[in-house]
């Protein structure tokens, strides 16, 4: 279990919040909404608690390992002079992968006291310290200048030579997160230090009358907003601006095109295209620096692209990116299952970019995005084991198709490309930050996780206690404490899939009808809450003890899609609450693509704490599709049908699995 932090850990996480706060003030201007620091949140429940405890226990230490077994951490040892040999890997940007399983560390750090963990990540700062150059320059493979393999991709041997394509600028980004996080968790200086003195570099590089490129791989604008946060310096904003403005802008340098996002001004750039990992960092960096600095052009384009993208091209499950060639976003409704690529760092850089629209509009409807990215594509990326990953997360497999990074068919413990395992280590160490918000109006519940946490509003304390067994039950009992009574509001998400809109736009509905109403009461009497985009406001004089119980009726409900998406044409998928299921051949009589579900058959959700670590499954009879004994027509047979969710698929062997399902026989034994 993920204890509630300690009064020493937490004292400790405030005290060096103070005294970056004191340090620094606020920045002048910022999002209207902050996030309640999940340093304050204790995530207590039977859901997301296991497995932030396995990312702890398990997930990141692998991370480190791997870091280390496969060279990463070694290049910096090589490349400051204390070793011999060639840079290890086949990309620049491995260095990136260390920088996040620190940033990862980071965060439990803060939240769980753990000398062991602090103590080597030292050791490994302190072999990047000593590899960054007397002016700051950090990019190993550049530093060795020799790499014991044919490099792949992603390699610049002159510095800042290719901006293009090698992902020094991405390092950096990575860097400054990771340094952010580190000196917020700990109050230590030492990989600050190293991320200021490299940023310090690229104010001197980058700029008007300097170096005119932007990079290929969009992420340091993120970093730079970071750093800037902890250490006020503004002019690591201004670059972060610069390079955006900068990006489709041929002043100064030749435009890379649509695939990185460099074909036209940022502002005037109306739908989500190239490699997304690379677009939902450069929307995120966007977000960040229109907060901050009021650069009012960027939010009408972000809103565009987010409407694309929530209107054709966000699978089910929350992912983006359909395309293999390039990792890249697909055209519009090209939503292929069984090839599907939808990377898993594109799904956490949709969960960012949702995130800050969030803050920047106060519309649930982003969060509506955020939950089902998390609880469906982000979770299934990761083994229940915490030492497997997919780097691409399919909606069908065929059990041949080696659909995942590294050509394979299955989980893999690392990656010769390994950006998504510490990736997902960081966005679950950090997950309680999606929890809870706060503005000058009060509070918002957006995730429904049990736990508590206290919030700081104007002076006073409020703690919320959280008590519920979602995603298996609807049932939501808020408990509220301030120390002395308070007026406020509290905004209780109602999501989008207890008022019939599974995600904001028209790509996917449900098909049965009307679910059951979610009801809403204080103190045991039921109210009927103003609904303002997508919360019911709660605003009164909150007294300690004072009770919110959201009820979300949670049926199975079949959803169906815009009749432009072909792969899922004829298709039904199933849901319950925030899941998307999936079915397996291993419950399913031994195949997934021979099995229909008619409209009319009767599925019910069953409790299974016995199975793959304590699910709620659906259950029904459904057709099978067998060869007749002359081998040519095809019989059809009723059989049992069993549902799992989604983020547990693949977890009992590489099997066959589908998350959308003929609803007629007349349909092919196709993989959709
Ligand atoms: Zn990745």
Same mark, same amino acid.
């Given at each position: 279990m993920n204890r509630f932090p300690t009064a020493r850990t937490l004292s400790l996480a405030l005290a060096y919040a103070l005294s970056a706060l004191t340090a620094q003030p606020a920045p002048a201007r910022d999002y209207p909404i902050q996030p309640v620091p999940f340093t304050q949140t204790e995530?207590?429940?039977?859901?997301?608690?296991?497995?932030?405890?396995?990312?702890?226990?398990?997930?990141?230490?692998?991370? &480190?390992?791997?870091?280390?077994?496969?060279?990463?951490?070694?290049? @910096?040892?090589?490349?400051?002079?204390?070793?011999?040999?060639? @840079?290890?890997?086949?990309?620049?940007f491995d260095d990136s992968d260390v920088y996040k399983v620190i940033e990862g560390a980071a965060y439990t750090l803060g939240l769980n006291a753990d000398p062991q963990l602090d103590r080597e990540l030292d050791l490994v700062i302190a072999k990047i310290a000593a590899a960054q150059e007397p002016d700051g320059y950090l990019y190993t493979v550049g530093q060795i200048g020799k790499t014991a393999e044919k490099p792949t991709c992603c390699v610049s041997m002159t510095r800042f030579g290719d901006l293009r394509t090698g992902h020094e600028l991405y390092n950096a980004g990575h860097l400054f997160e990771a340094a952010a996080a580190h000196f917020q968790a700990t109050g230590?200086?030492?990989?600050?230090?190293?991320?200021?003195?490299?940023?310090?570099?690229?104010?001197?590089?980058?700029?008007?009358?300097?170096? *005119?490129? $932007?990079?290929?791989?969009?992420?340091?604008? *993120?970093?730079?907003?970071?750093?800037?946060?902890?250490?006020?310096?503004?002019?690591?904003?201004?670059?972060?601006?610069?390079?955006?403005?900068?990006?489709?802008?041929?002043?100064?340098?030749?435009?890379?095109?649509?695939?990185?996002?460099?074909?036209?001004?940022?502002?005037?750039?109306?739908?989500?295209?190239?490699?997304?990992?690379?677009?939902?960092?450069?929307?995120?960096? *966007?977000?960040?620096?229109?907060? &901050?600095?009021?650069?009012?052009?960027? &939010?009408?384009?972000?809103?565009?692209i987010w409407s694309d993208v929530v209107s054709s091209k966000l699978y089910v499950t929350g992912g983006i990116g359909a395309e293999h060639e390039g990792e890249a976003m697909g055209d519009h409704f090209h939503l292929p299952n069984r090839t599907a690529y939808a990377e898993t760092c594109a799904a956490i850089a949709n969960a960012m970019w949702n995130y800050r629209l969030f803050r920047l509009h106060g519309d649930a409807k982003y969060i509506d995005v955020i939950e089902r990215t998390a609880y469906n594509a982000i979770l299934g990326s990761v083994a229940l084991s915490g030492d497997l990953f997919f780097y691409v997360n399919p909606l069908a497999s065929d059990g041949r198709y080696a659909f995942n990074a590294d050509n394979s068919t299955g989980r893999r413990p690392w990656f010769r490309c390994s950006c998504c395992p510490p990736n997902v280590a960081r966005f679950l160490a950090s997950f309680g930050s999606y929890v809870y918000a706060q503005d000058d109006a009060g509070i918002?519940?957006?995730? @429904?996780?049990?736990?508590?946490?206290? $919030?700081?509003?104007?002076?006073?304390?409020?703690?919320?206690?959280?008590?519920?067994?979602?995603?298996?039950?609807g049932e939501v009992a808020i408990s509220v404490q301030p120390d002395a009574e308070a007026e406020f509001a509290l905004r209780v998400r109602v999501p989008g899939w207890a008022r019939e809109q599974p995600v904001p736009s028209a790509l996917y509905r449900y098909q049965d009808g009307a679910g059951r109403p979610y009801t809403l009461s204080v103190n045991g009497r039921p109210v009927k809450a103003a609904l303002d985009r997508g919360y019911a406001v709660l605003e009164r004089r909150w007294k300690p003890g004072d009770t919110v119980q959201l009820s979300l009726p949670m049926p199975v409900r079949r959803v169906i899609s815009d009749d432009r998406v072909s792969a899922n044409r004829g298709r039904v998928a199933l849901e319950r609450g925030p899941i998307v299921y999936a079915i397996e051949s291993v419950d399913n009589a031994g195949d997934v693509f021979n099995v229909v579900l008619p409209d009319d058959a009767v599925l019910s959700a069953k409790a299974r704490p016995d199975l793959l670590g304590g699910v709620t499954v659906i259950t029904g009879r459904a057709l099978g599709l067998y060869p007749g004994d002359d081998g040519r027509t095809v019989v059809t047979r009723e059989q049992d049908f069993l549902a799992v969710p989604y983020d547990v698929w693949s977890n009992r062997g590489e099997d066959r699995m589908a998350v959308w399902l003929p609803r007629k026989v007349s349909l092919d034994f196709e993989v959709p």
């Open positions: 995530i207590a429940d039977g859901f997301w608690a296991p497995r932030i405890a396995k990312n702890r226990e398990v997930t990141i230490p692998h991370n &480190l390992e791997y870091c280390e077994r496969d060279g990463r951490i070694q290049n @910096f040892v090589v490349a400051a002079h204390r070793a011999d040999g060639a @840079f290890q890997g086949v990309f620049g230590k200086r030492n990989l600050l230090e190293v991320a200021t003195k490299y940023a310090d570099l690229l104010t001197r590089t980058f700029g008007p009358g300097r170096n *005119m490129g $932007v990079p290929g791989h969009e992420e340091v604008e *993120m970093g730079l907003v970071k750093l800037y946060r902890v250490t006020g310096r503004e002019e690591y904003l201004e670059l972060a601006r610069f390079f955006l403005d900068q990006r489709g802008n041929a002043r100064g340098h030749e435009l890379y095109g649509p695939y990185n996002q460099d074909h036209e001004p940022i502002i005037q750039q109306s739908t989500a295209v190239g490699h997304a990992v690379r677009a939902a960092y450069l929307y995120s960096g *966007m977000a960040d620096v229109a907060a &901050l600095t009021g650069a009012s052009g960027y &939010l009408p384009a972000i809103d565009r918002y519940v957006n995730l @429904f996780v049990g736990g508590r946490t206290r $919030v700081d509003l104007d002076g006073r304390h409020v703690e919320l206690r959280q008590a519920t067994e979602y995603p298996w039950k």
